[in-house]
């Protein structure tokens, strides 16, 4: 797989291109990115707010 390019297409194409890296992916790799994101989201639920 490609190292991913910064890319400023129209949205169109960049939906296209990231629905084909998605269908390039094993099962595994597609279960590790989505845990990826789960634990993401809970570091930033749960982190604390920085107040000025």
Known sequence: ???TK????????????HIKE???LTPQQ???KM????????LLKTAKTISK
């Open 22 to 24: 998605i269908r390039e």
């Open 30 to 32: 597609r279960f590790d």
């Open 1 to 3: 797989m490609e190292a």
């Open 35 to 42: 845990m990826a994101i789960i634990e993401l989201s809970y």
């Open 6 to 17: 910064l890319n400023h297409a129209h949205p169109s194409v960049m939906e296209k291109r």
